[in-house]
């Protein structure tokens, strides 16, 4: 069946520093990619998201890049700061048929 | 403010019971969506309905029933629950598909 692959599972990075996490889908019809943040007790929120029109998304310390041709696509935050420590989940969806990745923990590092 | 509200928090059930999750959106959203999240394993989608009266299974139905009678609620049903259900569930909704969810705050459920 239709994939996404999520990495890391968990991740470490100094406060100050820039996270990376990719994912990769198997549906080629995808066209919706959006990531989500899931903080400790609560539901997950959209953090940002980007159509298969677009290379990249940027929103402040946020951005997303899509390689439609690899059919991987990656979220990047910089200047990581404490509270963005969460757990991140990837997504791809097509007509309204979302798969979601695994998760990523992010752990922020005084 | 968009809100998504789920019937429990917590919720302890026996072995066979029949259990029902209730969500209720109040943004006048079209779809919504159940999904059930475990260690390890993300959010995997249970059932979707783009509209009243309208369901489509995801990827996990097996033993899960969903009823949509009005547009801002929508109902997850264990008809005989057993304890591999015990789990996270989640309801969402969005305006129209591929579009962004917005989620409960989950319900964890317990079965005995």
């Known amino acids: 069946g239709e994939n996404v692959e999520q990495h890391p599972s968990t991740l470490s990075v100094q406060e100050g520093d820039s996270a990376v996490i990719k994912c990769t889908y198997s549906?080629?019809?995808?066209?919706?990619f959006p990531w989500y943040k899931q903080e400790l007790g609560k539901g997950p929120q959209l953090i940002i998201d980007?159509?298969?029109?677009?290379g990249e998304k940027k929103d402040q310390r946020i951005a997303v890049t899509l390689n439609k041709t690899a059919k991987h696509f990656s979220l990047h935050i910089t200047e990581t700061q404490p509270e963005d420590s969460a757990v991140y989940f990837c997504?791809?969806?097509?007509?309204?048929?979302?798969?979601f990745g695994k998760g990523t923990r992010l752990h922020i590092l005084p | 403010d968009v809100k998504v509200t789920q019937s429990s928090r917590y919720l302890v059930k026996r072995t066979g019971e029949k259990v029902f999750l209730e969500c209720v959106q109040d943004?006048?959203?079209?779809?919504m969506f159940w999904y059930r999240q475990d260690p390890g394993l993300g959010l995997r989608l249970i059932y979707f309905?783009?509209?009243?009266?309208?369901?489509e299974k995801g990827d996990i139905p097996e033993g899960y029933s969903v009823s949509r009678e009005k547009k801002e609620r929508f109902s997850l049903i264990l008809e005989s629950a057993s304890t591999n259900q015990t789990s996270m569930y989640l309801c969402?909704?969005?305006?129209?598909?591929?579009?962004?969810?917005?989620f409960g705050p989950g319900t964890r459920l317990t079965v005995l």
């Open positions: 969402a909704s969005s305006f129209s598909r591929d579009n962004e969810q917005f």
């Open positions: 549906d080629s019809a995808s066209n919706y």
């Open positions: 997504a791809a969806s097509r007509v309204g048929k979302i798969i």
């Open positions: 943004m006048d959203h079209e779809n």
């Open positions: 980007i159509r298969s029109n677009v």
């Open positions: 309905s783009y509209d009243v009266k309208m369901k």
